[in-house]
């Protein structure tokens, strides 16, 4: 397949101490929608910082489109576009006057008009800024990031703090840019988000790439595509050693006030917990099933939740 990023070794020190990228290794395909997963310091703005060319690596290899940045800046930024994680943008300037600034900036690019007709924003084309709302700033910024008729669309955190409509509308908005044959890479701390928009994903920790793949094969390598959550009552008193050997289970782990385990068949395991429940003299508080996610993927391998600070 075409690559539409690669970085190669990728490292990234700040004063020579802080190390905030770690060799990190990625391939991004021409037409995929990649997410990049992770905790509050785990690399990933750096990484999309260097792969926009806001910030120098302090070494490794980063090609975009097969271009290299320090070398083909111009070109680069031609085909790119980029939504940060927070977009301060003239406050009195209008919708279109905003747009038609922004499209200036490129040799070739779409209509304001058109762009607004995209991300549901031509009945505002007339309003400041100021006077949107947060999603409709968001869309804006996203609209600005589209005019010039990128083939990859980076997004940082996109729909951080907007509301389910509000973060639909934006999702339909990379749904269609992909359809069109364009290149996105975004990062997410909502894992609905990135199993509903990503082709495969990352998982970084510590300025590493610790897990690739598909939703999907992520999910499956956990060795059991549903969690069942209990509490008992009077708090944690059965052994994860014995829970984790119960008919079904693949793991199991404590998490402060419940169990979770990762199981093959609920109709299995489920009895097999009351059962030893039972037997031990205790009771349930509380019991939950629900499909494995790619949440469930990051606590296995880091111990820690993506929301985590």
């Known amino acids: 397949m075409t690559l539409a990023v690669r970085c190669s070794q ?21 037409g995929e929608c990649f997410g ?3 905790p509050n310091g785990a690399g990933k703005t750096t990484t999309i910082e260097i792969l926009e060319g806001l910030l120098e690596p302090t070494s490794g290899v980063v ?3 097969g271009r290299r940045w320090g070398t083909d800046d111009r070109e680069l930024r031609e085909l790119l576009g980029i ?15 905003i747009l038609q600034l922004f499209r200036s900036f490129y040799a070739t690019g779409q209509e304001p008009a058109a762009i607004m007709q995209k991300v549901a924003l031509s009945e505002k084309a007339q309003t400041w800024v100021t006077k949107l709302s947060g999603g409709q700033k968001q869309r804006l910024a996203v609209a600005c990031a589209l005019v010039g ?20 509308q934006l999702w339909d908005i990379v749904r269609e840019f992909k359809q069109n044959g364009g290149t996105v890479m975004l990062t997410t701390h909502y894992m609905d988000e990135a199993e509903r928009l990503c082709d495969r994903v990352a998982i970084v920790d510590q300025g590493r790439v610790i897990a690739l793949g598909t939703p ?11 969690v069942v959550e209990f509490t008992l009552d009077g708090g944690n008193g059965l052994p994860i050693a014995e829970v984790s050997g119960l008919r079904s289970v693949r793991s199991a ?4 006030e419940c169990y979770s385990l ?13 059962h030893t429940v039972r037997d031990r003299g205790l009771s349930l508080a509380g019991l939950t099933t629900r499909h494995a996610s790619l949440e469930d993927v990051f606590v296995t391998l880091t111990g820690r939740h993506l929301r985590d600070q």
Do not use: M
Request: net charge negative; glycine share 8%.
């Open 36 to 38: 990049l997963l992770g």
């Open 63 to 65: 090609e975009i489109l």
């Open 83 to 97: 939504c940060l994680q927070e977009t301060k943008l003239p406050e009195k300037l209008t919708v279109l006057e």
């Open 10 to 30: 990728l490292c990234k020190r700040y004063d020579n101490k802080l190390e905030a990228v770690k060799g990190l290794e990625l391939e991004v395909h021409a």
């Open 262 to 274: 990762n199981v093959g068949e609920p109709h299995i395991a489920i009895p097999a917990l009351i």
């Open 253 to 256: 782990r404590w998490e402060g």
């Open 216 to 226: 999907a094969e992520l999910i499956a390598g956990l060795g059991g595509e549903h």
């Open 149 to 168: 008729n990128p083939r990859i669309l980076f997004l940082d955190e996109p729909t951080t703090g907007l509301d389910p409509q509000s973060r639909r």
